[in-house]
């Protein structure tokens, strides 16, 4: 294969760079919504699913008549209920310092966390029925020295933590119709035609991460796009 010439090498590097950019611009204020908003996607306005946040809080617990043992994701009596207090509470854990460099033991501090739940109604606007991803996801957001936002990660030291908290998938989650003893796409449901279903959701997050925590939509197990609706946890 020819090495490319020094135009093509310019072409390359100005592409990327024009990626790069719009990458980076794509955290405009369009993509950010309030709860009661309707969102839909922004990368595939034929997507026929709306979703829209009926309510969203950050808590301490999750009572067990609203958040039943058969709904969370991972299993309850062995992930969940051994890092949860008499009361409910999450028990501190031990995480990497955000601000650190590297993942060594000396960078290890020790934190609480929160629950942020959500009650999302997602609606089929399509004629027939669909089989649709449903879950938002959790992200942490900050902004940097000239106001931007950036994409940011806390990793925990903990194993037993970290599978409560992966790749922000919810713990927690109401509707499961694709479950099976294995919980195989457990992210998806089906929907009829012109069918809204209603579905509660529950993340965790450590206790001075709950202001920088956003819902994104449509951002099926990560995406090379920051350009996908986002609602903040907080309000």
């Known amino acids: 294969m020819p090495y490319p010439s020094e135009n093509e090498i310019e072409k390359i590097l100005a592409d990327q760079e024009g990626q790069k950019a719009s990458f980076d611009l794509s955290y405009g204020e369009s993509f950010f919504f309030s709860v009661q908003d309707e969102i839909t996607d922004p ?9 829209k946040v009926a309510d969203i809080t950050v808590t301490d617990s999750l009572p067990q008549a609203q958040f039943p043992e058969e709904s969370y ?7 969940v209920a051994p890092l ?3 009361d409910g509470t999450l028990k501190s854990h031990e995480r990497y310092s955000p601000d650190a460099e590297d993942t060594t033991a000396e960078n290890i501090e020790t934190v609480g966390s929160k629950f942020i739940t959500a009650t999302v109604e997602i609606t089929n606007t399509e004629d027939s029925s669909q089989e649709a991803y449903i879950t938002p996801m959790l992200e942490l957001l900050k902004t940097d020295d000239a ?6 990660y806390v990793q925990p030291a903990s ?5 409560l908290s992966v790749e922000g998938e919810p713990l927690f989650q109401s509707i499961q119709q694709f ?13 009829g035609a012109g069918e809204t279903l209603e579905c509660t959701f529950a993340w965790v997050v450590d206790d ?12 099926m197990c990560g995406s090379g796009t ?10």
């Open 84 to 86: 949860l207090n008499e």
């Open 43 to 51: 990368l595939h306005p034929e997507n026929p699913i709306r979703y």
């Open 159 to 163: 194993a037993a933590y970290a599978s």
């Open 208 to 219: 001075d991460c709950t202001d920088n925590a956003y819902l994104a939509f449509f951002d």
């Open 179 to 191: 479950t099976g003893s294995r919980k195989k796409h457990v992210r998806f449901a089906e929907i």
């Open 147 to 152: 106001g931007e936002f950036e994409r940011f």
């Open 226 to 235: 920051n350009s996908y609706p986002r609602v903040k946890a907080t309000g």
């Open 73 to 79: 994701v991972t299993d309850y009596d062995s992930a």
